[in-house]
């Protein structure tokens, strides 16, 4: 058997490791300029290919699985260690306006004097033309204080009666692209004003206090600002008595008292299984991975199929993209159309999860670890929460003649985690279900982004919540990646996709009594033909299946192993 290394092929970087491509990527700048420069928006692993994964678990992670490789004559050759993990750095420099992507080797190195520890090669460097990278915390926060400096807009603040800037929030909003003017060639922002009140409250809802009217354009690079217009006074929003959510601030002070508690108590302990990030429960086994931009990945799902043994489903689970748009053609509701994703990072911005309210039951979290702007490591703490919970009844049937009924309850098995973009929080959940089920599941919680009327004005783009206030019509579309593997063996590409929708029978000779229905299979043989809205009038759901070549005896019919894809 070959010596089991410390890091899987498909665990996050850790802490170390992100720390020497960071200093492999500082020690390759050109000149001190240069490195002066550099602010660092992402390191993440750079995934290898699913032969290494399969060589990984085959042969150097526990439980040693062998069996994901093909039999060769002779026997397999097995390695004395696996390739080097690899980091991929997006890198900004500041000075040139560049953004640059980065591979850097990490080669872990075992020494009697030293311990273990890594070095860092860089592999390859390339600049890409006309792009920005997400932006950071502290560049949001060095907007806030360039636009609060700013005097024409202290002046537009006092105008409305805002002397105390202390009070004043400032959400810069990528600029979109609505003009030549908005090319991403200039790292630009248009930002979203608030106004808080001299509230002792802790969490005070700056959110129900928009502050409307006033056109800012900042360059994020140099952090100036290059275009104010006060174009419009609409009055500031008074503070409602209910705007704010901590507890003793509502219904009077007084909290609701007859939630009794709910207490989850495992005895004996969970019925999950964890080796550093290897997941057991249930008959299905997976991996846990984290990154800046998606949060939570799920890899190499398999289930335990009896005799059939070990069944792959899918070698990667993800949210990678999600869009806001906002329904509202006024100023400055029309420009914000949020990629929460790609313009802040889901991952970067994860809570530090607590037992008890966040997730509830017998808990096991794991951290995540991530560069700040300037190259340091930060960790969260708790980033993602996995517990079982009670999921009602799975099963049950009655015999009428009898009497005598079966049950069985339903468990399943979440792993999740919390993210907040700017007002809104999401709360991102994958289930595994004793049914062989798995479910996608995303919570919205958080708090709007508003707008100001103008007394006595409504707009049908909007909810009017409050006198003077208005919650714009908007959608949150989610993006989801699922590279299945139903079934097949690494670097296999058996998987096909097949649409069903349910049809009606034509009135006929097959359909005498006008009762028939049936569903109709349709395989999508292409990226092209697979872009399909969802129809519930129909029923459309996805098959993935695996697909060979091999007939049935007897039945002529090819063999079909199935996931099922719902649209809910």
Known sequence: MAKAQTCHPLDPLSAAEISVAVATVRAAGATPEVRDGI?????????????????????????????????????????????????????????????????VELTEVHATTRGGHHRGKVITSTVVPDVQPPMDAVEYAECEAVVKDFPPFREAMKKRGIEDMDLVMVDPWCAGYHSEGDAPSRRLAKPL?????????????????????IHVLVDMQNMVVLEFEDRKLVPLPQADPLRNYTSGETRGGVDRSDV?????????????????????????????????????????????????????????????????????????????????????????????????????????????????????VETIENCVCMHEEDHGMLWKHQDWRTGLAEVRRSRRLTVSFICTVANYEYGFYWHFYQDGKIEAEVKLTGILSLGALQQGETRKYGTTIAPGLYAPVHQHFFVARMDMAVDCKPGEAFNQVVEVNVKVEEPGKNNVHNNAFYAEEKLLKSELEAMRDCDPLSARHWIVSYYSFIFIPKKGKKNHQRLIIFPI
């Open 39 to 103: 602010r660092f928006i992402e390191v993440g692993l750079v995934e290898p290919e699913k032969q290494v994964v399969a060589l990984a678990d085959a042969y150097f992670f526990p439980p040693f699985q062998p069996s994901l490789l093909p039999r060769i004559k002779g026997g397999p050759v097995i390695p004395s260690k696996l390739p080097p993990r690899k980091a991929r750095l997006v890198v900004y420099n500041k000075k040139s306006n560049e953004t640059s992507i980065w591979i």
């Open 193 to 213: 004003f608030f106004c808080r009140t001299e509230s002792d409250c802790p969490m005070e809802n700056g959110y129900a206090r928009p502050v409307e009217g």
């Open 260 to 376: 009794k508690p709910l207490q989850i108590i495992q005895p004996d302990g969970p019925s999950f299984r964890v080796n550093g990030n290897f997941i057991q429960w249930q008959k299905w086994n997976f991996r846990i991975g984290f990154t800046p931009r998606e949060g939570l990945v799920i890899y190499s799902v398999a289930y335990i199929d009896g005799s059939r043994g070990r069944r792959p489903v899918a070698h990667r689970l993800s949210f990678v993209e999600m869009v806001v748009p906002y329904g509202d053609p006024n100023d400055p509701h029309y420009r914000k159309n949020a990629f929460d994703a790609g313009e802040d990072g889901l991952g970067k911005n994860a809570h530090s999860l607590k037992k008890g309210c966040d997730c509830l039951g017998y808990i096991k979290y794991f951290d995540a670890h991530f560069t700040n702007f300037y190259g340091g």
